[in-house]
């Protein structure tokens, strides 16, 4: 039996059919939030996410999946998507575009080579948001309200929002030399890794997964302590547009994000929920102001976010939320072989008129046909027999309350427009 990728997951069921309702949801957010939806291709030229995410983070340098095309070209299976949009924002020059800021959505795969666990994947998909063309820290507000409005949406209770600034180029330098000096002490005490991360990006070391937990790690510098002016004031009204928001939120200075492009505000949003396991990050983001500009383009900033699908989900089983998931509206029964063909077009009609509808295919006896109706959870049931074909008046039950009705096929939409709701 071939079996799927180790790190890859089948939908199927009532699990796909929550996710398809979250979608919904989100795309209707995202409609109200006027956010416009952008899709990027799954697959990109490699040096987008060296440049782009940085060849410094664990997901570039260790993560990716690399591969040549039969034109010997190197490719990679995009690990996240805030590369390929601001290479799409480039690329079709939406920079010049008259109305500003450029305020895009997604959702889809990313494919990362890490060993998998539970809410750790090598194919999960993500739901985003990517904004250009302003600094306002009202933007990096609204961007952070996104996934907790989502979250609320859901019902989702055990989550915390933590935030902090990594602050300007200014603030980068100071805090780079300060970092450098903090750690000359102890290089021989740190891994491999990191003895490379001192010299190529040092604000990495804060992140490692192997020496996470050492003194010298914790004791480290903190990038609050060297804000520019310029940043401290940005960060002071991100939060106070939070306020407004009514989001919660805690300063967590020792948020330093995986990823290199990252500039003033970034934030998670972590699962507060008992037992929830080790990858409880439901979320992440924050600003890029120089994103667009190393990936070729004008300068430009930006800000966005990305949630992870599988750690929501599994969110929501751990609180056990609950989620209305639609019901099929009507099931149609037809009593023999000679009343098929009516039945399906009713069946198919009504399919046209908006509601959802199936359809004995098995030729069951009625007794089992009302059991199929039960596992389908179905509201109505049509049943149509020789007499009902004859007459043009079909009988229909409530399969809850097992009223009946008898109403003319011509009347059909208008009963199920007024009996079944929304
Ligand atoms: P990230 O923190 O690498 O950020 O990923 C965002 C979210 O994706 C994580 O918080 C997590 O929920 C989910 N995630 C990441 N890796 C995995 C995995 N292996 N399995 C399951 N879920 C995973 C980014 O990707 C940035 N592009 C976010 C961003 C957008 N920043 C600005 N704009």
Redesign the pocket.
């Known amino acids: 039996m071939i079996q799927k990728p180790k790190?890859t997951y089948d939908v199927y069921g009532e699990y796909g059919k929550k996710i398809k309702y979250i979608e919904k949801l989100i795309e209707a957010l995202m409609n109200n939030y006027n956010y416009e939806y952008t899709r990027t291709p799954i697959f990109e030229p490699s040096n987008l996410f060296h440049r782009g995410?940085g060849e410094t983070s664990d997901?570039v340098s260790k993560?990716t999946y690399d591969f040549k095309d039969r034109g010997d070209r190197d490719m990679t299976l995009r690990?996240?998507?805030?590369?390929g949009v601001v290479r799409s924002y480039i690329e079709n020059k939406r920079y010049g575009e008259a109305s500003v800021p450029v305020k895009s959505w997604y959702y889809g795969p990313?494919f990362?080579y890490?060993r998998?666990q539970s809410?750790?994947?090598?194919e999960?998909?993500?739901f985003?948001?990517?904004v250009f063309g302003t600094n306002d820290p009202l933007m990096d507000a609204e961007?952070i309200s996104i996934p907790v409005n989502l979250y609320r949406l859901l019902g989702l209770k055990g989550i915390k929002v933590n935030i902090n600034s990594l602050g300007d180029t200014e603030t980068r330098i100071k805090y780079r030399e300060a970092l450098l000096k903090h750690f000359e002490p102890y290089i021989n005490d740190l891994c491999e890794d990191c003895k490379s991360r001192y010299e190529k990006n040092p604000l990495r070391i804060l992140d490692c997964k192997v020496d996470g937990d050492k003194d010298c790690i914790k004791n480290a510098p903190r990038i609050i302590d060297y804000l520019s002016e310029e940043s401290k004031e940005h960060f002071t009204k991100v939060q106070e547009y939070l306020d407004l928001m009514g989001i919660e939120y805690e300063v967590n200075p020792n948020i330093v994000?995986?990823?290199d492009?990252?500039t003033n505000t970034v934030f998670?949003?972590v699962a507060d929920i008992k037992e929830f396991g080790a990858?409880n990050?439901?979320?992440?983001?924050?600003?890029?102001n120089k994103l667009v500009e190393t990936l070729d383009g004008p300068e430009t900033p930006?800000?966005?976010?990305?949630?992870?699908?599988?750690?929501?989900m599994n969110a929501l089983e751990a609180e056990q939320t609950h989620i209305h998931l639609d019901t099929l509206d009507i099931y149609v029964i037809p009593m023999s072989e000679n009343e098929k063909k009516v039945a399906y077009h009713i069946c198919n009609d009504l399919r046209m008129n908006g509601f959802s509808v199936d359809i004995d295919y098995m030729n069951r006896n009625i007794k089992a046909n009302f059991k199929q109706a039960d596992r389908l959870n179905a509201k109505y049931v049509i049943i149509i027999g020789e007499e009902e074909v004859k007459s043009n008046i079909l009988t229909i039950k409530n399969n809850k309350t097992k009223e009946e009705y008898k109403i003319e096929v011509d009347k059909l939409v208008d009963f199920f427009d007024e009996n079944i709701e929304e």
């Open positions: 790190g995410v997901i993560e690990p996240e998507g805030t590369a990313m990362r890490e998998p809410g750790r994947f090598r999960f998909y993500q985003g948001v990517e961007v994000r995986g990823l492009y990252y998670e949003v990858q990050v439901l979320c992440g983001g924050g600003r890029y930006g800000v966005g976010f990305a949630l992870g699908f599988e750690r929501l």
